[in-house]
C-alpha cells in the first residue's frame, strides 16, 4: 500500500472505509484551472491561454461486482446510485448529472466499463467560482476510472489526454446540457507546474509555456456573488458570435465554420454591415486572440509585466465588448491595480459574478492579498475570498 501525505486523499480514503465498508483501491485526482488569456474564444474556435492551478478535486474508490456505480460527494453528503449501463441524467445542473455525465461519455468513446464501481469525492475547488470545479470532477472520475481499469485508456502520450479532454467536454455538451468549449478540460489534464498552457482550440495545436523562475503568484479573488442572476447569458453570447460570424461570411463571401477564423482588419472593413451588438462581441473576440498570440511572445521574452498588461486589457475587452463583467468584478480589479505586487488581472471563467484571476510577484502575494481583502471589504461591505495559487500539473491517477 502507498503511504499520502496529501490530506484529501486521506480524507477521501477514510470516508470511503466508513460508507463502504472496505478499502479504496484507487484514485484520480485533477487540479482546478484559471484563464489567463482568451475569455470566450474557445467555443469561437479561438485561442486560449490558461493554468492549472493547485485546488484539487479528489475521487478515491474501487471496482464492484456488480455493474452499479455509487458515487459519494462529501461536499454535497450524497451518494448517487446509477447502472453503469443504462446512465439516465439527474437533475440539471447538479453534480450528479456531472458525474453520470463522464461516465456516458466515456462509454461513448472508449467502450463498456469493465465493472461497476464505488467512489468518494473531496475536493477545494471553490464551486460555481470561476476556476472550473465541473472539469475538474470530469477529470478526477475519469482518472481514477481508467486507472481502475475500468476504462481502456492509456494518457502516457498527449494525444491520449486530448482525446480524454475531448471525451469529457462532449460530456458536458451532450450529457449536462452546456455548451462550454474544450478549455476547461484541457487545462485540467494539461497543467504543468511553473508554466502556462496555450491552446489552439480550432486546430488543437497546444504548448507549455514557462511562466519563468521564479515564476508569479496566481491569485483568485472570490467576489462571492452568484451567476445564477446571469442565467441564460452564456448561451446568449454564443448566439451573438454566430451572428458575427454569419455577418463576416456573408459581407466577404468566404466560408469559415468559427468566428475566429476572420482578424480585427476582417472586422474593421465589415463593421458596418454588422448589427452593433454581434460586432462588440467579436471585437472582443478577435482582439482576444490576437492578445494571446501577444502573450504567448510576451512569456517567451520573459517579460511578465507585458504579459500582466495583456491580462488586464483582456478584462477591459470583456466589460466593454463583450459586457460579461459585473460591478462587483470590476470593484475587485479596482482594488487589485492599486494591491502591492499587481501585474494584471482580470474576470476568470464566463463572467457575471465569481471570481478574478491575478497575476502578482510572488513575494508580494501576501501583502496584496490583505490589501484586496481590506479594500473590497471597505468598499462592497462584502470580505472576498482570496487564494493564493501557483500553477500546478495536470490530472493524474494511481493506486492506495
Given at each position: 500500500?502507498?503511504?499520502?501525505?496529501?490530506?484529501?486523499?486521506?480524507?477521501?480514503?477514510?470516508?470511503?472505509?466508513?460508507?463502504?465498508?472496505?478499502?479504496?483501491?484507487?484514485?484520480?485526482?485533477?487540479?482546478?484551472?484559471?484563464?489567463?488569456?482568451?475569455?470566450?474564444?474557445?467555443?469561437?474556435?479561438?485561442?486560449?491561454?490558461?493554468?492549472?492551478?493547485?485546488?484539487?478535486?479528489?475521487?478515491?474508490?474501487?471496482?464492484?461486482?456488480?455493474?452499479?456505480?455509487?458515487?459519494?460527494?462529501?461536499?454535497?453528503?450524497?451518494?448517487?446510485?446509477?447502472?453503469?449501463?443504462?446512465?439516465?441524467?439527474?437533475?440539471?445542473?447538479?453534480?450528479?448529472?456531472?458525474?453520470?455525465?463522464?461516465?456516458?461519455?466515456?462509454?461513448?468513446?472508449?467502450?463498456?466499463?469493465?465493472?461497476?464501481?464505488?467512489?468518494?469525492?473531496?475536493?477545494?475547488?471553490?464551486?460555481?467560482?470561476?476556476?472550473?470545479?465541473?472539469?475538474?470532477?470530469?477529470?478526477?472520475?475519469?482518472?481514477?476510472?481508467?486507472?481502475?481499469?475500468?476504462?481502456?485508456?492509456?494518457?502516457?502520450?498527449?494525444?491520449?489526454?486530448?482525446?480524454?479532454?475531448?471525451?469529457?467536454?462532449?460530456?458536458?455538451?451532450?450529457?449536462?446540457?452546456?455548451?462550454?468549449?474544450?478549455?476547461?478540460?484541457?487545462?485540467?489534464?494539461?497543467?504543468?507546474?511553473?508554466?502556462?498552457?496555450?491552446?489552439?482550440?480550432d486546430t488543437l495545436a497546444h504548448d507549455r509555456v514557462p511562466l519563468g523562475q521564479?515564476?508569479?503568484?496566481?491569485?483568485?479573488?472570490?467576489?462571492?456573488?452568484?451567476?445564477?442572476?446571469?442565467?441564460?447569458?452564456?448561451?446568449?453570447?454564443?448566439?451573438?458570435?454566430?451572428?458575427?460570424?454569419?455577418?463576416?461570411?456573408?459581407?466577404?463571401?468566404?466560408?469559415?465554420?468559427?468566428?475566429?477564423?476572420?482578424?480585427?482588419?476582417?472586422?474593421?472593413?465589415?463593421?458596418?454591415?454588422?448589427?452593433?451588438?454581434?460586432?462588440?462581441?467579436?471585437?472582443?473576440?478577435?482582439?482576444?486572440?490576437?492578445?494571446?498570440?501577444?502573450?504567448?511572445?510576451?512569456?517567451?521574452?520573459?517579460?511578465?509585466?507585458?504579459?500582466?498588461?495583456?491580462?488586464?486589457?483582456?478584462?477591459?475587452?470583456?466589460?466593454?465588448?463583450?459586457?460579461?463583467?459585473?460591478?462587483?468584478?470590476?470593484?475587485?480589479?479596482?482594488?487589485?491595480?492599486?494591491?502591492?505586487?499587481?501585474?494584471?488581472?482580470?474576470?476568470?471563467?464566463?463572467?457575471?459574478?465569481?471570481?478574478?484571476?491575478?497575476?502578482?510577484?510572488?513575494?508580494?502575494?501576501?501583502?496584496?492579498?490583505?490589501?484586496?481583502?481590506?479594500?473590497?471589504?471597505?468598499?462592497?461591505?462584502?470580505?472576498?475570498?482570496?487564494?493564493?495559487?501557483?500553477?500546478?500539473?495536470?490530472?493524474?491517477?494511481?493506486?492506495?
Amino acid at each position: 500500500m502507498t503511504t499520502f501525505s496529501n490530506p484529501r486523499i486521506l480524507d477521501a480514503r477514510a470516508r470511503f472505509e466508513e460508507i463502504f465498508g472496505r478499502a479504496a483501491r484507487h484514485y484520480g485526482r485533477a487540479p482546478a484551472r484559471v484563464e489567463l488569456l482568451g475569455n470566450h474564444t474557445d467555443y469561437n474556435g479561438g485561442l486560449v491561454m490558461a493554468a492549472a492551478v493547485d485546488r484539487e478535486t479528489v475521487v478515491v474508490g474501487a471496482p464492484s461486482a456488480n455493474r452499479t456505480a455509487r458515487v459519494h460527494a462529501a461536499h454535497f453528503g450524497a451518494i448517487d446510485e446509477f447502472p453503469v449501463d443504462a446512465i439516465e441524467p439527474a437533475a440539471a445542473g447538479s453534480w450528479e448529472r456531472y458525474a453520470r455525465g463522464v461516465v456516458w461519455a466515456l462509454v461513448e468513446d472508449y467502450g463498456p466499463l469493465t465493472t461497476g464501481f464505488d467512489a468518494v469525492v473531496v475536493g477545494d475547488v471553490p464551486l460555481g467560482a470561476g476556476l472550473s470545479s465541473s472539469a475538474s470532477l470530469q477529470a478526477a472520475l475519469a482518472l481514477f476510472l481508467i486507472t481502475a481499469g475500468a476504462v481502456p485508456a492509456d494518457l502516457d502520450q498527449d494525444a491520449a489526454r486530448m482525446a480524454l479532454a475531448r471525451t469529457l467536454n462532449r460530456s458536458e455538451n451532450e450529457f449536462v446540457g452546456v455548451g462550454s468549449g474544450l478549455l476547461d478540460q484541457f487545462s485540467c489534464l494539461f497543467g504543468r507546474r511553473g508554466h502556462a498552457l496555450y491552446l489552439d482550440c480550432d486546430t488543437l495545436a497546444h504548448d507549455r509555456v514557462p511562466l519563468g523562475q521564479p515564476g508569479p503568484a496566481i491569485v483568485v479573488c472570490d467576489s462571492r456573488t452568484s451567476r445564477r442572476l446571469a442565467d441564460g447569458k452564456y448561451d446568449e453570447r454564443r448566439l451573438e458570435c454566430d451572428r458575427a460570424a454569419a455577418g463576416l461570411r456573408q459581407f466577404l463571401g468566404r466560408e469559415a465554420a468559427a468566428l475566429s477564423a476572420f482578424t480585427v482588419a476582417d472586422l474593421e472593413v465589415a463593421w458596418d454591415a454588422i448589427d452593433p451588438v454581434p460586432r462588440q462581441r467579436a471585437r472582443h473576440v478577435l482582439t482576444e486572440n490576437e492578445r494571446v498570440r501577444q502573450g504567448v511572445r510576451a512569456l517567451g521574452k520573459g517579460d511578465l509585466e507585458e504579459f500582466g498588461r495583456l491580462i488586464s486589457a483582456s478584462h477591459a475587452s470583456s466589460r466593454d465588448d463583450f459586457e460579461n463583467s459585473s460591478s462587483a468584478l470590476d470593484l475587485l480589479i479596482e482594488c487589485a491595480a492599486a494591491a502591492p505586487g499587481f501585474l494584471g488581472g482580470k474576470l476568470s471563467g464566463a463572467g457575471w459574478a465569481g471570481c478574478t484571476v491575478n497575476l502578482v510577484k510572488a513575494e508580494q502575494a501576501g501583502d496584496f492579498a490583505a490589501s484586496v481583502r481590506a479594500e473590497y471589504h471597505r468598499k462592497s461591505g462584502v470580505e472576498p475570498l482570496v487564494h493564493v495559487c501557483q500553477s500546478t500539473a495536470g490530472a493524474k491517477g494511481g493506486n492506495l
